[in-house]
């Protein structure tokens, strides 16, 4: 990292380990944002119908490649979707053909397109054995799903009651609870020892979870894991900021149409990709922690999932920009975060 009088931060490329991509038109119209600014990506596979083949998920990094300028660097790196049956030689095959880069565990109905998710982590067994095997990463939406959960306790739930013993059971698994929201999180990465791990976004280093309520209900403020009280929030902000490799950047940018989210039963997700490093870096600014964004955004990640760092640097100038209300995505009007604001930090691109 390197950072002047001119206040212009230059940093190796940064990687985002969570994100939704999307299919189709809306993938065209949102991929182009992520490549942008990312070298690589861990792409989640809750399409309809899920990524839980080789062969679907090649045809979808194919498309994703389609979806981008030829120009463009950007590496896509592929999950697996498990459910109750999928079969651990179709992980370990897509795994050794270098295909699945990691398997995403969504605990059955816990979000967008999670309906084909795992009912029960013992139904997976063996192929969480393959997995601790071969030494090859499982990405965890970290929630129990029971409506007798109050919505705010699901994530400190899921670490008590699946997390732990999973952990038990499986001591040498690589796994990164994706998107954490609580201070109980945080805890308990950091008593676990390294081979687990947690991905951040920037909303929930951004918002508590006042934003879905502020004058009104605020569907644009509203993901899953929701954000939490603001403890939760100065707890992420500290992990962020901490210089510890255990966390780093996952935006979990999940674009919803507008209509989609402005609805009666409106979609879970928060669409930051188009300004990702700016919000992370207006964080870092307001923490005093500019020296550590490397670390989190281009450093810790790579070094988790076995991968050298980016050989490329970007550049971040403070200069305020201004955040679009919307962002056409094809025929699909999105709303980004951060809409309407205007953010310290400006993304200038390749240093
Ligand atoms: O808010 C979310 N949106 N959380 C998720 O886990 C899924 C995502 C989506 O795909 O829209
Ligand atoms: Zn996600």
Known sequence: ???????????RRPDDWHVHLRDDAMLAGVAVHTAKQFGRAIVMPNLSPPVTT??????????????????????PLMTAYLTDTISAEEIARGFGENVFAACKLYPANATTNSDHGVTSVSLISEVLETMQRIDMPLLIHGEVTSPDIDVFDR?????????????????????????????????FVLAEGENLAATITPHHLEINRNA????????????????KREL??????GAATSGNPKFFLGTDSAPHAIADKESDCGCAGIFNAPYALEAYAKVFAEEGALDQLEGFASLHGPAFYRLPANEATVALEQ?????????????????????????????????
């Open 1 to 11: 990292m390197q950072a002047n009088s001119e206040q212009r931060l230059v940093i």
């Open 54 to 75: 080789v062969d679907q998920a090649e045809s979808y990094r194919s498309r994703i490649l389609a979806a981008l300028p030829a120009d463009s660097h950007f590496e």
């Open 155 to 187: 994530e400190a739930v899921f670490i008590d009651t699946v997390l732990q013993p999973l952990r038990r059971d499986f001591p040498e698994l690589r796994i990164v609870l994706e998107h954490i929201t609580t201070k109980e999180a945080v805890d």
């Open 212 to 227: 879905m309520f502020d004058g009104g209900l605020r569907p644009h403020m509203y993901c899953l894991p929701t954000a």
């Open 232 to 237: 939760h929030r100065q707890a992420l902000r």
């Open 319 to 351: 200069q305020s920009i201004d955040v679009p209300e919307c962002v056409q995505a094809g025929e699909t009007v999105l709303r980004p975060f951060h809409a309407g604001a205007s953010l310290p930090w400006r993304f200038v691109g390749a240093a």
